[in-house]
């Protein structure tokens, strides 16, 4: 039996070394993979970048440039790095290329061909004129089809993509959105014999009479398509139109002159003395005005974004959450080569007037920055499952099929910037139902029609109702900042008609209990509606108090604006709603909140969604509702704290830098002073309430930079005694340079850090 064990102790030697060569052999196993991928990846990032397309159009004759291209190049840019640092593009990195067509026919079409010839092209995203982008995909059908690259247009007429199975546009489908809200909204409204006025050698005129003359029930009753001349309308064409109509008392009136034209147009209607309703192609902002020169009648619109009186939530988010919000200002460059400052037609802006950032150009630049980045980062999430040694044609191909599938309304939503993106699988066009606009008549301002649509999963319409209500926040107490939470007190007023009521309405924000799992709303009626002599008429009046909560943004404590919301969204949806609030100027300002000082307030609304997924068919949902947040932005009062931390700190660092002054025969002395001067800095940390920031506030940078000044200040004092650093003159000169001109220019530049924070 010994013998034996001496046999197994010879052999174990060799039983480790083979053990240990196996570990070794499993190890490279486990390891090559990896060392495989990652030099592919070394690899991927040595190839070529792939190129995102931009197709932009810039207009030179305008007197100060609206912005748009200068946001469009920044944003798509940072959506570039994003991706890139995320690694890319089938681990390839990603530029975007901007290509601008001025206008000019000859141009779109160049920029096109240039676009489609680059090998390295991944993806086109732009081109929004409709006559230009035919002109331009009749020269290169050919090669955009046989090449696959996936192209996100801007193009409004589906009929130029629809033999282009890679072309996607960010517009609504004439077929699928606009047309069947308009007829139903022609029906519902009631308006009958309705007429069109448009350009005959305008694509998106053209085909917008032809839809209407099928869409609308009975068709058209007059049908006019009018000649450009000089890129003008002629006065005597036109009233002879406005003359036919009003022989044949048409009902509402179709307009699709172009909106240089509009006014003028709309102008020639009141001077015949005929003025039905109208529903205007562009913007109906234009014909806002009071008083003899007010249509007065009602005009529509269709709209996507700039609702009027509301903001996107998710631009003012990505706005006001910035350090400097100027930054996102685009519009407002003197465009010198513009011919109005040789006619005179261009006039100086007033220079005591800043430019704002919410300011209407400027937002309509920075929504066409968001949406081109985007598209940009859709594009990149369509590519994630694209392998690092996949084809540039395999990749443009995935990126084709995602769009049709993944992105298709009901399935899928991609959430951006700007909005939620999915595509329609047969026209490949924006899934994304206008809302209407009206300018009632007399008011001068815009506002949503009574009703809206929203698509459904079977592409039938269903109604939603416009809720013109306000919220009157009368008090904001009890702000904590650990919690998330505040209470507050204000009075929700709504027009009864359509029969609103604060029963369908959800505080989507209301504090939920963690007990009972119930909101804490109390709710006291005021008015019930109806008519009444002490109460507005048709107006439903409540008082709530509730506790809601927020998501604080810390990083510039105590110095920082924080934003306070009361959420509503429908309470059921099945009777779903989307809330219209008055203009800002006539909303009450004045708000009572203990120890901040409102500085803005503003109506935000988002489009969010519900995804689920069915565990037995495995189908994928998305089921979209409107949801609107009435905002108010406040500053926190820092008194308290400049009494209670900034001046104890300013004096712990006056006392420890006088202390270098002292006879350095009492060094004991001075050190002590240093040390006690440190440990009072984090003894007043620790005294202060805690904060739950998950992030470094700026009152911990505040203290922090103390430690190190009180720190530097202690070394510089014991390296001054040192007896190896005495000898070394310039050494001396250095450290007593730093202990007496460094060390208070450092807490000089701090303080001015913090004084721009605390003003800002």
Known sequence: ??????????????????????????????????????????????????????????????????????????????AQHRINRDGGI??????????DDQ????????????????????????????????????????????????????????DIIKDYPNVFTTRASEDEERLPVIAEFVKQSHFERPAFIGIQSALASTNLGDDLNKYLAGGLTGDHRLQLVADKLDP????????????????????AVGGDRLKDVVKQFQDAGFTPPLFVSGRIDALASKGRDAYPNDAYQLAWDGLPDVYSERLRELTWSTASPEQWIFEGRKNASAPGWKDGTCKPRDEDIPLNVLDNDNMRALSAGTQYADIVSLIAEAARSAEVTAAIPDVRKLIVEQLGTAYAPGRGIFKGQFDNWSFQ????????????LMLPRGRGQTQLAP????????????????????????RAERID??????????????????????????????????????????????????????????MKIYQVTGKFVYSPDLRNYPFDTQRFSIDLRPKSGNTPFIVQPPPLKVRDHVVTVDGWDPKDQYVGYDQDFVRTVDAQTLEPSVFPFYKASFVWLMKRETTDYFLRVVVP??????????????????????????????????????????????????????????????????????ARENKRIEPVRWLRRGLVFLHIVAVPGAVAAMAYYVYLASIA
């Open 1 to 78: 039996m010994s013998g034996v064990f001496a046999k197994a102790r010879r052999l174990k030697p060799i039983t480790s070394a083979v053990a240990a060569f196996g570990a070794a052999l499993a190890a490279a196993g486990t390891l090559a993979p990896a060392i495989a991928h990652a030099a592919e990846d070394a690899e991927a990032a040595q190839r070529p970048p792939l190129i995102m397309q931009i197709f932009v159009t810039t207009k030179s004759d305008d007197c100060y440039d609206s912005g748009q291209l200068t946001a469009i190049k920044r944003l798509t840019t940072l």
């Open 90 to 99: 089938a681990g390839r990195r990603i530029l975007v290329n901007i290509l």
């Open 103 to 158: 206008r000019t026919q000859q141009k779109t079409t160049e920029n096109l061909a240039a676009a489609i010839a680059d090998p390295q092209t991944i993806a086109m995203i732009g081109l929004t004129n409709a006559t230009r982008a035919k002109a331009a995909f009749d020269a290169n059908g050919k090669e955009l089809k046989a090449s696959g690259i996936p192209f996100v247009s801007d193009i409004s007429v589906n």
């Open 236 to 255: 005597a064409e036109v009233a002879a139109a406005i003359a036919d109509l009003k022989s044949k008392n048409v009902g509402i009136v179709f307009l």
């Open 425 to 436: 699988p047969a026209s490949r066009a924006a899934a994304r139902t206008p809302m209407i």
């Open 451 to 474: 009703f809206q649509f929203l698509h459904l999963r079977d592409q039938s319409l269903q109604r939603i109702d416009t809720l013109y209500a306000d919220i009157d926040l009368i």
């Open 481 to 538: 900042d650990t919690d998330k939470t505040f209470f507050a007190d204000f009075y929700l007023s709504m027009n009864d008609r359509g029969g609103a009521s604060i029963e369908q309405i959800e505080f989507a924000n209301a504090y939920l209990e963690p007990g009972s799992n119930d909101r804490q709303i109390t709710v006291r009626a005021l008015h019930d509606g109806g008519q009444s002599a002490a109460y507005p008429d048709h």
């Open 649 to 718: 700190l300013g004096f712990i660092l006056i006392i420890a830098y006088l202390s270098i002054f002292i006879s350095t025969h009492h060094f004991e002395a001075i050190v002590t002073i240093q040390v006690t001067a440190l440990l009072s800095a984090v003894a007043l940390y620790l005294a202060l309430p805690k904060l739950d920031a998950n992030t470094e506030t700026l009152s911990d940078r505040m203290f922090l930079f103390t430690y190190l000044m009180l720190s530097v200040i202690i070394a510089i004092t014991i």
